[in-house]
């Protein structure tokens, strides 16, 4: 079994920044994916960021150059750096993993593993 375990969340004020970490516990081995999604209030999921084992990235356009996600593999842990916050970005952020090999999916429907989720406020 796999446990999917998010943290950092909060409120900040428009421009300010969030570190968002994702920690793995179990049956970690074969993960090649790992990704951040977020739903706003009566908005769908959406992919914000992913992150291939080998340390490539892909991320929605609304965040690039702003987010960064990375992970930790010794520690089996994902991390996404929020910086230049706004309003927009307000959402319940979850993390997910997946044992797909391919290209970085932000499809939810590809992800196998996903967290309860962390509330980001961003207040204008």
């Known amino acids: 079994q796999v446990q999917v375990v998010e943290s950092g969340g909060g409120s900040v004020e428009a421009g300010g920044s969030l570190r968002l970490s994702c920690a793995l516990y179990?049956?970690?081995?074969?993960?090649?994916?790992m990704a951040w999604f977020r739903q706003a209030p009566g908005k769908e999921l959406e992919g914000v960021a992913g992150?291939?084992?080998?340390?490539?990235?892909r991320y929605q356009d609304s965040v690039k150059g702003r987010f960064t996600i990375s992970q930790d593999n010794g520690k089996n842990t994902l991390y996404l750096q929020m910086n230049s916050l706004k309003p927009d970005d307000t959402a319940m952020y979850y993390c997910?993993?997946?044992?797909?090999?391919?290209?970085?999916?932000?499809?939810?429907?590809?992800?196998?593993?996903w967290g309860l989720g962390t509330q980001v406020t961003v207040s204008s």
């Open positions: 997910a993993v997946a044992r797909a090999i391919g290209a970085i999916s932000l499809s939810a429907s590809t992800y196998d593993y």
């Open positions: 179990g049956y970690t081995d074969n993960f090649y994916l």
């Open positions: 992150i291939a084992h080998d340390g490539r990235t």
